[in-house]
């Protein structure tokens, strides 16, 4: 009896202590992929990208892809909708071929590769290439979306219902660390261009294409780390981007209770990733400040976002995470309404407003990622995260779609970035109304004694 129990104590022992790796080793994908988020989308793109085509634009400031015509300071926005738009048919085929097959990491790895070589290929953005930055910007972005589908799906793997809140804000709180630190480095290259013997143009593209070169390196120790749970191949072949989200969206109604909690997600998240790609662009536009002051501002939110993401994990132990995420829509409708009266050229009110999003944009985005894994069914991960990053980065093209349109259509930025109050307001009501502790059972899993 007692070598029994020593032999199931040491098993025991060794399967945390590989659960333990495993989860080390999935922290490290937020570590290589949040730089592209931060360096790429949230700071140096949108700005970068918009000169370029008023580079190209013709004299009523209009460029024109595939004759269409659209104002030069609205292609960012559109290509970052148009990517999300695409991505919408990839994503519920990666979920469902890895749910099939359990072979997660080759997709990973195909899409997180794609994904870091075409931000490496931004070093060539110069001159007039708006085309080029646009259909860069696009492939990136998708690659990204579909391999967080894969990546997430991991959760429900490597974490008990017990461990997801922690886990996954310790996730984010790496990849804000991770931002954080190369855009310390852009910083030092950013603003020293002279002292490097390069010109402001290229010290930009050095930047973009690093966040491509950081992604693709430190992806090898989740692929390492990862391991995939074989599975038997479910029946019914193959189908088509549309048809399997129809497919996945038609299972997903036989669980009402997590079809509401995504439509909160869609709703308010859309918000939250409008804010991501667009506030450099509100703040060197309309409050016309410089690149540098907008490198300060998103490294503190990075900053502070590590710190904000660990502190409502913790909340999350006392209140539940549903608790804690409302309390953070609160926080961000409050925070972006401010932003709205920010006066142009005054440095230390950007400053501010970026500290209030940084201390709720991680908790926000960790939180609703370990809640959502709890009304999950047991063998649909990639499936159901396919739906969830759709709400995610693959959903999120209404917001860059009205900021642009209310920029195209009022030339005000401000008009822009008020307009998003309302996502967080409309979303915190859709959240508030789903009971999530019916929607775990209903999902067949464990209800923990906080969520």
């Known amino acids: 009896m007692g070598t029994e129990i020593a032999r199931e104590t040491a098993q025991r022992a060794s399967a945390a202590a590989e659960r333990k790796r495993e989860q080390r080793g999935w922290y490290f994908y937020d570590w290589a992929c949040s730089v592209y988020s931060t360096s790429v989308l949230t700071v140096f793109l949108g700005p970068y990208l918009t000169s370029v085509a008023k580079a190209a634009a013709d004299a009523d400031g209009f460029v024109h892809p595939l004759g269409i015509p659209v104002r030069a300071g609205s292609f960012f926005a559109y290509s970052v909708s148009l990517s999300v738009i695409l991505s919408i048919f990839v994503m519920p085929l990666a979920g469902a071929a890895a749910d099939r097959t359990g072979r997660k990491k080759p997709l990973l790895a195909l899409c997180a590769y794609i994904g870091a070589a075409a931000t490496a290929g931004m070093f060539f953005l110069d001159g007039d290439r708006y085309l080029l930055g646009g259909l860069l910007l696009v492939i990136a972005n998708s690659s990204l979306a579909v391999s967080m589908v894969l990546y997430n799906s991991y959760l429900p793997q490597i974490a008990p219902p017990e461990e997801r809140d922690a886990v996954s804000s310790r996730g984010w709180a790496f990849g804000y660390a991770s931002g954080a630190l190369v855009l310390l480095a852009n910083l030092v290259l950013y603003t020293a261009h002279d002292t490097f013997g390069v010109s402001e143009s290229t010290a930009v593209r050095i930047c973009l294409a690093s966040a491509g070169v950081w992604w693709g390196a430190f992806t090898v120790v989740p692929l390492r780390r990862l391991r995939d749970q074989r599975t038997q191949p479910a029946p019914g072949g193959t189908a088509s981007g549309p048809q399997q989200l129809l497919a996945t969206v038609k299972d ?71 608790r804690t995420i409302l309390g953070s829509l609160v926080a961000w409708t409050v925070t972006i309404g401010a932003g709205y009266f920010l006066p142009a050229g005054a440095p230390t009110w950007f400053f501010v407003l970026a500290a209030g999003i940084g201390l709720v944009l991680g908790g926000t985005q960790a939180l609703s990622r370990s809640l959502f894994s709890h009304l999950v069914p047991a063998g649909k991960e990639a499936e159901y995260f396919s739906a969830y990053e759709m709400s995610d980065r693959g959903m999120s093209w209404l917001g860059p779609l009205v900021f642009g349109l209310a920029y195209q259509l009022t030339g005000s930025y401000r008009d822009a970035i008020v307009s998003l109050v309302a996502f967080f307001v409309i979303g915190f009501v859709l959240l508030a109304r789903v009971p999530v502790h019916r929607a775990v059972r209903d999902a067949g899993n464990s209800v923990p004694a906080r969520i």
């Open 252 to 322: 997903m109604r036989r669980h009402p209770l997590t079809l509401s909690f995504l439509l909160a997600y869609l709703v308010y998240n859309d918000g939250v990733q409008t804010v991501i790609s667009q506030a450099s662009v509100y703040g060197s536009e309309e409050l016309g400040l410089d690149q540098s002051t907008l490198i300060v501002a998103v490294l503190l939110v990075q900053l502070l976002a590590v710190a904000g993401a660990l502190a409502m994990g913790r909340l999350a132990r006392t209140y539940g995470a549903k």
